[in-house]
């Protein structure tokens, strides 16, 4: 079982550990990244969002994502239940507030993986959360990433790509930029950020 206990948290005592936005293009690597992270260090916690995308195979409701209907969404957003939410690529994504809220009162250090305008809508809302750019190395390899990854139709890869250049655009509205040419290189370095004052 993942290790979840204080006693086993990386954060070091007199740190006071702030919520860490990654974002990137789509397929430039954040899953394969948070994941790699994950295993090497299980009890760093990350943010389940709630999507109205159809699970890929292999995506489990409640671990990759909370797999709702538009209605069901609606009633997040009626709700308030959502930090925050955007469209991206024809389907909505939300950040669910109440477990992010509690592990930062908690003082443990918590990572959402969110798209651009999820990113600017968090940084308006939480003013010291640290925004990361996950970059790809060259635009070629993006485009390569995405098509092998083999998950989306040439319809929705187009589109993806089209919210890949607007994403790239801003990288200066981040913090940090890491680019993803060695993933367990990323890796460390996203967690040693998520652990700096
Ligand atoms: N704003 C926002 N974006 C999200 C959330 N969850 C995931 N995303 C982003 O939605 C985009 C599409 O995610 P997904 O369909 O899983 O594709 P992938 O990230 O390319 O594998 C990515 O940029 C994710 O980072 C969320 O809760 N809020
Ligand atoms: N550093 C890397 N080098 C080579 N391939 C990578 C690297 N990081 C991720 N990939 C591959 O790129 C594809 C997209 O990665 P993924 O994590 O799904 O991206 P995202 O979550 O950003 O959409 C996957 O096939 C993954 O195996």
């Known amino acids: 079982m993942a290790a979840t ?10 740190v006071r550990p702030r919520l860490t936005v990654l974002s990137g293009p789509s397929g430039v690597g954040k899953s394969t990244v948070v994941a ?18 159809k699970p890929r195979p292999g995506e489990r409701n409640g ?8 209605e069901e969404f609606d009633k997040l957003i009626a709700n308030g239940e959502l930090l925050e939410w955007a469209e991206f690529a024809g389907n909505r994504y939300g950040t669910p507030r109440r477990a992010v809220l509690d592990r930062l009162e908690a003082g443990e250090p918590v990572l959402l993986e969110i798209d651009l305008q999820g990113a600017r809508l968090v940084r308006q809302s939480m003013a010291d959360a640290r925004l990361v750019f996950l970059a790809p190395p ?11 990854r083999g ?24 913090d940090t930029t890491l680019v993803n040419t060695s993933v367990e290189d990323v890796a460390r370095e996203l967690l040693a950020l998520m652990l700096q004052a």
Do not use: N, Q
Request: aromatic share 8%; charged share 30%.
């Open 151 to 174: 998950t989306e139709a040439p319809e929705v890869i187009e589109r993806r790509l089209a919210a890949a250049k607007v994403e790239l655009a801003a990288e200066a509205e981040f």
């Open 138 to 148: 060259s635009w070629e390899e993006l485009v390569r990433r995405l098509t092998g």
């Open 36 to 53: 790699h992270m994950r295993s090497v260090h299980p009890e760093v916690w990350l943010s389940v969002s709630a999507t109205t995308r």
């Open 5 to 14: 206990s204080r006693g086993t948290s990386p954060v070091p005592p007199d």
């Open 63 to 70: 671990v990759h994502y909370f797999f709702v209907d538009d």
